[in-house]
Structure formats: C-alpha cells, structure tokens
C-alpha cells in the first residue's frame, strides 16, 4: 500500500505539472503533504522514507525537469541561517556518531526540504491566490476528520491503515471527547498545523466576503479553531488566541496603544491569577492526580503540566554541559550521552523533552539553539515589516503568518519541533523568506497598471523581463 500510494501521488503530480505548470504541481504537493498520514513510512536501514520526503522528491524533480521553471535567484538573510542551521546539525551529530550515510540525510531531509518547498511555494501574489482554494477544502477535510474522531473516539484512517494509537485508550479521554490527531501521530501536532493553517483561512473569508470566493468560505476561521478544540490540546487553543492578538495589533497601527494595554492587563491579571490559571489548565487535561518526584533531593508534585518547567530542574547539568555543539541526535534513554546528567530513577518519566528549545541545545548545541532563534525573529521580521504596510495586498496575511510564528515560538517551550508539524512550520519560514526575496516583483504586482503580459512584451519600458513572474529566462 505505501509505495502504491507513492507511486499515484507522484503520477498525479507529474500530471499537475503537465496540466497547469509547475507552481501549481508545488501547490498541489504542499497541500498534499499535510493530508498524508505520518505514521506510512519505511526504514531503510538509519534513513527513513515517508510520505512527505516522496513528495519533495517528486515536486524537486519536476522542477528541476520543467523547461519554464525559474528558481529563486536572490537568497535571503534567513536562507543563510537555515543553511548554517543545517551544517550545525550535520557537523554535531558527526562529531558524536562519526561519518555516516544516514547522518548526511536527517539535516537535508527534515530542515532543508521543507524549507526549500516553502521558497519554491511562494513567487508571486498569484500563488496565495492559487492556494487559498486548496487549503479552504483542505481545512474542510480536517475539521469533519477531527469532529469526527472526537465524537466518535476513533480515527478512520488509523482503522483503514492498522495503526494503533495510544490516544484511543480510555483514560486519554478529555473532557469526554477522544483527542483528535487526523493524519498525525499526536494531537497536539495536528493542532500545530491546524494553527499553521490559520492564516489561510482567514484569506480565504477575506476573499469570500469580498465577493471573491464562495461563501463558504466565510465558515473556514470557525471551521478550523473548532478543530483545533477537537484536538483538546491548550497549546494551540491557547496560540490561536495569542495569535489573533498580534494579528489584530499589526493590523490596526492606530489601536496599538490601547491594544498593548489590553496585553499588559491581561499579563498582569495572569501572572495575579496563576494558581487559578493552573487549575484550569490541569483540570482542562483532566489532571486530577499527582506524582512527587525528588530532584536533586528536593520533592515536586508532577503531573503533565508540571513536566513542561520541571525539565529545567531535570536536565540543569545537561545544559550546562551541552556546549556549542550539544551531544547530537538523542536516541533512546539507554546510550544518550544527555542522560547520564539525569538521577536514575527521573530517566523513564523525563526521557520525552517537550521542550524544543531544551531539545536543541542538548543535541545541537547553544549553537544549533542560537541559529534557530535568529531564524524564526527573521521570518517574523520579515512578515511584521509586510504586515506594516496595510495598504499593500495580503497585508493581514502576512500579519496573522506573524502572529501564527510568534505563538508557535512561545508554544515550543512545551513541545519539540515534530516532523509532523515541523513539515509546515519549517515550510511557512520558507514562505515568509520568499517573500522578502521577491519583493522587488511584488512591488511591481502592486501597481495599479502591472500587467506580466504586456511587460514582457515590451521590455523596453524598464521592467527587465526577469522580474516576470514565471518568466523563463
């Protein structure tokens, strides 16, 4: 079934690039890619093959292939970060495993693909209006998907593909409700992509309210956030509405002032308040118990939500020690150069580090974690400094993308970067880095008398012909 699977995936988008050209074939995988179950891989000794990296396969060699295809030639700030990012992880990983095949594959396959597909997704203003269709019907599909499951607490393609999922036991219950992971391997990453999404939803009503689009549409927003509820994950509940905010403050430069008061109060009121916003965040993930666990001689209460700032305490020497370059990939609890920092009988409970920050300085060192925070303040920079112009088109696209990074940042303090959802977050900085790197072609886009058709027909009014988008030269 896996490589049937493959193999009609890569035939229809040969077709696509055939049909409609290869922008569209990269549409077509991007949505494609998010919809695929992450649990259909294949091990070929250390190096894994699954649904996502066929799919860069096949869409990098139909643009590599297509005679009209017109590569990103201006490179970015962010593009050498992820590339230093990338030469980090490599070189860490080599340093503690020594030279090896599969070691020369993971920064390719899980930092640079994702990337590289965003920078080829985004050209022109033309590909957000070519993909906003796609992801509306997508979202649709993953809103009845999570409803769905959550109401009756099975996952349908995990039935049709023989997969077990721990989340279907009676005691993960929330609330009463199954928690949602559609084609994901745990809710809280379907709840990540989901808040990816966001901001191409609310394009989507955008265009629907202006006429422009069914309107359906207009349900898209409501459609999504009451998926990422069925996901019964706070995290991204909780970035949805953060991300709203700083959506809602880039948008409106003259409510600016107030809406930072409004944040302030409402930090204030928080931190006042966090006994109670404790007890309602345990009791919202049904924590009704809790563990004592001793770290250096010291007794804690834990339960799920305590995991989040007691690794701090439990992984405090590993930090320390981690130095530039970090003890590479973390593997299992036996043989983990990061846990023999760790007291014994704390190694079982705080081996999963749902912290992706923590995660990086142990395996990538304070480097790998320096590089990673400079990328993402980039692309936020660059989407913030979009959003600022709100005259110019998808000014509030770009400005809920900003606000959907920012939370997703904050959000990483309680959770790793998954693959599942670090496919999207990884291709949005690609996106967001695109953007800035063909900004002198959208500035032309935005002219009230820009027509790709008539410039490349008459170079001689100043416009080069390869600031036509898709122009072949």
Same mark, same amino acid.
């Given at each position: 079934?896996?490589? %049937?699977?493959? !193999?009609?995936?890569?035939? *229809?988008?040969?077709?696509?690039? +055939?049909?409609?050209?290869?922008?569209?074939?990269?549409?077509? @995988?991007?949505?494609?890619? +998010?919809? #695929?179950?992450?649990? +259909?891989?294949? &091990?070929?000794?250390?190096?894994?093959?699954?649904?996502?990296?066929?799919?860069?396969?096949?869409?990098?060699?139909?643009?590599?292939?297509?005679?009209?295809?017109?590569?990103?030639?201006?490179?970015?700030?962010?593009?050498?970060?992820?590339?230093?990012?990338?030469?980090?992880?490599?070189?860490?990983?080599?340093?503690?495993?020594?030279?090896?095949?599969?070691?020369?594959?993971?920064?390719?396959?899980?930092?640079?693909?994702?990337?590289?597909?965003?920078?080829?997704?985004?050209?022109?203003?033309?590909?957000?209006?070519?993909?906003?269709?796609? %992801?509306?019907?997508?979202?649709?599909?993953?809103?009845?998907?999570?409803?769905?499951?959550?109401?009756?607490? #099975? &996952?349908?393609?995990?039935?049709?593909?023989?997969?077990?999922?721990?989340?279907?036991?009676?005691?993960?219950?929330?609330?009463?409700?199954?928690?949602?992971?559609?084609?994901?391997?745990?809710?809280?990453?379907?709840?990540?992509?989901?808040?990816?999404?966001?901001?191409?939803?609310?394009?989507?009503?955008?265009?629907?309210?202006?006429?422009? @689009?069914?309107?359906?549409? !207009?349900?898209?927003?409501?459609?999504?956030?009451?998926?990422?509820?069925?996901?019964?994950?706070?995290?991204?509940?909780?970035?949805?509405?953060? $991300? $709203?905010?700083?959506?809602?403050?880039?948008?409106?430069?003259?409510?600016?002032?107030?809406?930072? $008061?409004?944040?302030?109060?409402?930090?204030?009121? #928080? !931190?006042?308040?966090?006994?109670?916003?404790?007890?309602?965040?345990?009791?919202?993930?049904?924590?009704?118990?809790?563990?004592?666990?001793?770290?250096?001689?010291?007794?804690?209460?834990?339960?799920?939500?305590?995991?989040?700032?007691?690794?701090? +305490?439990?992984?405090?020497?590993?930090?320390?020690?981690?130095?530039?370059?970090? *003890?590479?990939?973390?593997?299992?609890?036996?043989?983990?150069?990061?846990?023999?920092?760790?007291?014994?009988?704390?190694?079982?409970? *705080?081996?999963?580090?749902?912290?992706?920050?923590?995660?990086?300085?142990?395996?990538?060192?304070?480097?790998?974690?320096?590089?990673?925070?400079?990328?993402?303040?980039?692309?936020?920079?660059?989407?913030?400094?979009?959003?600022?112009?709100?005259?110019?088109?998808?000014?509030? *696209?770009?400005?809920?993308?900003?606000?959907?990074? %920012?939370?997703?940042?904050?959000?990483?303090?309680?959770?790793?970067?998954?693959?599942?959802?670090?496919?999207?977050?990884?291709?949005?900085?690609?996106?967001?880095?695109?953007?800035?790197?063909?900004?002198?072609?959208?500035?032309?886009?935005?002219?009230?008398?820009? &027509?790709?058709?008539?410039?490349?027909?008459?170079?001689?009014? @100043?416009?080069?012909?390869?600031?036509?988008?898709?122009?072949?030269?």
């Amino acid at each position: 079934m896996f490589y %049937v699977l493959i !193999l009609a995936i890569c035939v *229809f988008l040969v077709r696509v690039t +055939l049909a409609q050209g290869v922008r569209a074939a990269v549409s077509v @995988g991007w949505i494609m890619a +998010l919809i #695929v179950p992450y649990w +259909l891989f294949r &091990n070929y000794g250390p190096i894994r093959l699954d649904m996502q990296t066929s799919i860069c396969i096949a869409l990098f060699a139909c643009v590599a292939l297509h005679p009209t295809t017109r590569l990103p030639r201006r490179f970015v700030l962010a593009d050498i970060l992820m590339g230093g990012l990338a030469l980090v992880v490599l070189v860490s990983e080599v340093s503690a495993a020594g030279l090896k095949i599969s070691l020369l594959v993971r920064p390719v396959q899980e930092w640079l693909m994702p990337y590289v597909l965003g920078r080829l997704l985004f050209q022109s203003y033309e590909d957000i209006r070519r993909i906003t269709p796609l %992801v509306a019907y997508a979202c649709l599909l993953l809103a009845v998907w999570a409803g769905f499951e959550a109401v009756a607490k #099975v &996952n349908p393609i995990s039935y049709v593909t023989n997969h077990s999922s721990p989340f279907e036991q009676p005691h993960t219950l929330r609330l009463g409700f199954k928690r949602a992971e559609g084609p994901f391997t745990h809710p809280i990453y379907f709840g990540m992509v989901l808040l990816l999404l966001a901001p191409w939803t609310l394009e989507a009503a955008r265009r629907a309210y202006q006429g422009d @689009g069914p309107k359906w549409w !207009l349900l898209v927003p409501c459609a999504n956030a009451a998926a990422i509820l069925c996901t019964m994950s706070r995290g991204p509940a909780l970035g949805l509405i953060f $991300a $709203a905010y700083v959506t809602v403050f880039l948008s409106w430069p003259k409510w600016r002032v107030q809406l930072f $008061a409004v944040g302030l109060l409402a930090c204030i009121a #928080v !931190l006042a308040g966090r006994h109670l916003a404790y007890e309602v965040l345990t009791t919202w993930s049904g924590e009704k118990d809790y563990e004592v666990f001793f770290i250096d001689g010291e007794p804690y209460p834990y339960t799920g939500t305590d995991h989040r700032w007691l690794q701090f +305490l439990v992984y405090e020497r590993a930090i320390a020690e981690a130095g530039l370059l970090g *003890f590479g990939k973390l593997g299992p609890i036996d043989g983990s150069p990061h846990m023999e920092y760790v007291e014994d009988h704390l190694e079982p409970r *705080f081996a999963s580090i749902d912290n992706h920050y923590i995660y990086m300085i142990l395996s990538s060192g304070y480097l790998g974690v320096l590089l990673f925070l400079l990328l993402g303040a980039c692309t936020i920079y660059y989407l913030a400094k979009q959003a600022g112009r709100v005259t110019a088109p998808y000014s509030l *696209f770009a400005a809920s993308t900003c606000g959907v990074l %920012v939370a997703q940042m904050c959000l990483m303090l309680t959770v790793w970067l998954a693959r599942d959802f670090g496919f999207m977050f990884l291709s949005t900085f690609g996106l967001a880095a695109s953007w800035r790197a063909h900004a002198h072609v959208l500035a032309l886009e935005e002219r009230p008398s820009w &027509n790709a058709g008539s410039m490349a027909r008459q170079p001689g009014r @100043g416009v080069s012909r390869r600031l036509v988008p898709g122009h072949p030269s």
